[in-house]
């Protein structure tokens, strides 16, 4: 597509229920992220993939997230058992290689725990 | 340490003057580049402009200019002639190492620009 599309735009769930976000990134992109942003907040790195090779989960904060990336187009993160401090706004962001290329994000989704 | 630190409060300007936005970076790489990007109240990421460490010249977009000190580590954005639609929240951000595996960008927290009319 023209862009990087997340799905959905606004989530909101109960504590305790798993959420999976997703998102497509530009065709030809190899390498994809995901940030985190609460609100006010800076953008907060949670996993980056890059072709094939084993992603980066470095920044993933604790073993309730996972992600993964399937045919090396669109990921799939998943938040189990959400707790409140998990609301904030998922970005996703794609780019062409890893170098000086400037990423490509998505409109986000807004995630909200209640 | 904080990789990249934006400590500006909320920034005013007038419209057509130009402003500049303060990001300083701390790294032991040789090899890194520096990024800005835009943020508006719709909460779109737009990236602005790239400088490269080994970049001889500062980088210029339009009305987007980045004075790029290396040896103070300050990578500050200029707008000139700023534009009521320039009112967002404006993140800088480095990536450690130009090619290869780590590749992620590390964000600042941000400044937020106000264009007065």
């Known amino acids: 597509g023209a862009g990087v599309s997340q799905s959905p735009s606004n989530k909101v769930t109960e504590k305790g229920k798993d959420v999976e976000l997703r998102c497509d990134p530009i065709?030809?992109?190899?390498?994809l992220y995901w940030y985190r942003q609460s609100l006010g907040q800076g953008l907060e790195f949670l996993i980056y993939?890059?072709?094939?090779?084993?992603?980066?989960k470095s920044g993933l904060p604790s073993d309730r997230f996972s992600a993964e990336r399937t045919g090396g187009s669109v990921s799939t993160l998943t938040i189990q058992r959400t707790q409140q401090e998990d609301s904030a706004v998922y970005l996703c962001?794609?780019?062409?290689?890893?170098?000086?290329?400037?990423?490509?994000f998505g409109s986000g989704t807004r995630l909200t725990v209640v | 340490a904080q990789k990249i630190t934006q400590t500006q409060p909320g920034m005013f300007v007038q419209e057509k003057e130009a402003v500049t936005l303060d990001c300083t970076y701390d790294t032991s790489d040789p090899s890194y580049g520096l990024f800005w990007y835009k943020q508006p109240s719709s909460g779109e990421m737009i990236f602005l402009i790239y400088?490269?460490?080994?970049?001889?010249q500062n980088a210029t977009e339009g009305r987007y200019s980045l004075n790029f000190q290396k040896a103070r580590k300050s990578a500050n954005l200029v707008i000139s002639a700023s534009q009521l639609g320039d009112s967002a929240m404006y993140f800088c951000a480095m990536r450690e190492g130009l090619t290869g595996a780590n590749s992620k960008l590390t964000f600042g927290k941000g400044i937020t620009l106000s264009v007065r009319p």
């Open positions: 993939f890059q072709g094939n090779s084993a992603p980066d």
């Open positions: 962001a794609s780019s062409f290689a890893p170098g000086p290329y400037g990423y490509t």
């Open positions: 065709s030809g992109h190899t390498a």
């Open positions: 400088q490269g460490s080994y970049d001889q």
